[in-house]
């Protein structure tokens, strides 16, 4: 089992910044790559961002690409996401997942965290 909660949410002005963090509970997290999704008001779920248990692959969805930066410290069993030039279309619930392999898709991720809110302002 792996217990997620995600921080660093809040609101920022278009062009702004924020970084994500999620901490993981359980002494196997460096066994898990890792994902960030978002869920915007309306909308699915979808992909942002993934990186593998090493920190050795990492993955982006187009939207972000340049952007944003996924980044682990297992020593401390946290994953981040970095999040430059906020833009309002960035607007969204967004949640971290633990899963047995790098994937794109939430199908492929077992733990999730409970979200946090990123609200960026025209």
């Known amino acids: 089992q792996v217990q997620l909660v995600e921080s660093g949410g809040g609101l920022v002005q278009a062009g702004g910044s924020l970084r994500l963090s999620c901490a993981a509970s359980?002494?196997?997290?460096?066994?898990?790559?890792m994902g960030w999704f978002r869920r915007a008001p309306g909308k699915e779920r979808v992909f942002v961002a993934g990186?593998?248990?090493?920190?050795?692959?990492?993955s982006y969805a187009d939207s972000v690409k340049g952007r944003f930066t996924i980044s682990r410290d297992n020593a401390k069993n946290t994953v981040y996401l970095q999040m430059n030039s906020l833009k309002p279309e960035d607007t969204a619930v967004y949640y971290c997942?633990?899963?047995?392999?790098?994937?794109?898709?939430?199908?492929?991720?077992?733990?999730w965290g409970q979200g946090t809110q990123v609200t960026v302002s025209s």
């Open positions: 990186i593998s248990w090493s920190g050795g692959r990492t």
């Open positions: 997942a633990a899963g047995q392999a790098l994937g794109t898709t939430r199908w492929q991720y077992d733990y």
């Open positions: 359980g002494r196997t997290f460096s066994s898990y790559a």
